[in-house]
């Protein structure tokens, strides 16, 4: 049972251009949203988050939607860097209700930024 | 202040031996989360642990894997007689509190191979 979903599993975007990430989530109960990035052979970063009283959070060029009546949020970087390619993961968690910060991730975007 | 430190970073291991991963958490952090990377795969929660306690381990295999948290000293995520299926990444998260604005930080993961 897949709870986050990123359906793209990869995206490829010119450097400059706006790049979009996308993620569905099935459970009602999830109350924080977050984007990590990843690189090969190393842990997961912190991007940015937002919690479910919001429908909008941005940190410089990364700034992420939450639609609650449609269980989806997504992730505009823009504008794209070559820098920005790596695997980009959506998690959420039952942080508020349930008091825990254990993760629920997606499958993973792998975003390709061409110079 | 050093982040979230896992060792070994490369471990192989043969059919049946015993894999034991260790996680130091960030200074300050009583919080410690092991989730598990199959290839081509997204992170999977395994085990949520506090210092002395298990606090969820509804991701965990039922044989053959336990984790610790000791009072003092690292966390150990332990596999006994290792199968070729276990081959996977495995990152450890840190977080000080639950229900703060403060987010789980990863490691960098352990890679185990299972020859």
């Known amino acids: 049972d897949q709870q986050v979903k990123q359906n793209s599993p990869s995206l490829s975007v010119q450097e400059g251009r706006i790049s979009i990430l996308n993620c569905d989530y099935t459970?009602?109960?999830?109350?924080?949203f977050l984007w990590y990035k990843k690189y090969p052979a190393e842990g997961p970063t912190f991007l940015i988050s937002i919690s479910s009283i919001k429908d909008k959070n941005e940190d410089g060029r990364f700034t992420v939607f939450l639609n609650k009546s449609a269980k989806h949020l997504s992730l505009h970087i823009v504008p794209s860097q070559p820098g920005d390619s790596a695997v980009y993961f959506c998690?959420?968690?039952?942080?508020?209700?349930?008091?825990?910060?254990?993760?629920?991730f997606g499958t993973g975007t792998l975003l390709a930024v061409q110079p | 202040n050093a982040g979230v430190m896992q060792n070994p970073r490369h471990l192989v291991r043969r059919r049946g031996q015993e894999a034991r991963l260790r996680c130091s958490p960030m200074k300050g952090h009583s919080h410690v989360y092991w989730y598990r990377q199959l290839p081509e795969e997204g992170l999977k929660f395994m085990v949520y642990l506090q210092k002395e306690n298990i606090i969820d381990e509804s991701g965990m295999p039922k044989e053959r894997f336990s984790a610790e948290f000791p009072k003092e000293g690292p966390s150990i995520l332990r596999i006994q007689q290792v199968v070729r299926g276990d081959s996977a990444a495995y990152f450890c998260a840190s977080s000080p509190l639950t229900g703060t604005d403060t987010e789980a930080f990863f490691g960098q993961g352990t890679r185990l191979t299972v020859v």
């Open positions: 998690a959420a968690s039952e942080k508020y209700g349930g008091a825990t910060n254990k993760l629920i």
């Open positions: 459970n009602s109960m999830f109350d924080y």
